[in-house]
């Protein structure tokens, strides 16, 4: 199941990668299947890991 859902954010970035080819690699290279929106920042899911 973990697999499925890890290469399933994956093509979510690819997506995104090819709406927007102008963005900032390094940018995008900040999401993460361990992070979550919150107050507006990405940050870890996991307790203690930021």
Excluded: C, H, W
Aim: hydrophobic content about 45%; aromatic content about 8%.
């Amino acid at each position: 199941m973990a697999y499925k859902f890890v290469q399933g954010f994956r093509a979510s970035v690819k997506q995104v990668n090819a709406l927007f080819p102008d963005l900032d690699q390094d940018t995008l290279a900040q999401m993460g299947v361990l992070k979550k929106v919150e107050d507006g920042k990405l940050v870890s899911r996991i307790l203690g890991a930021d």
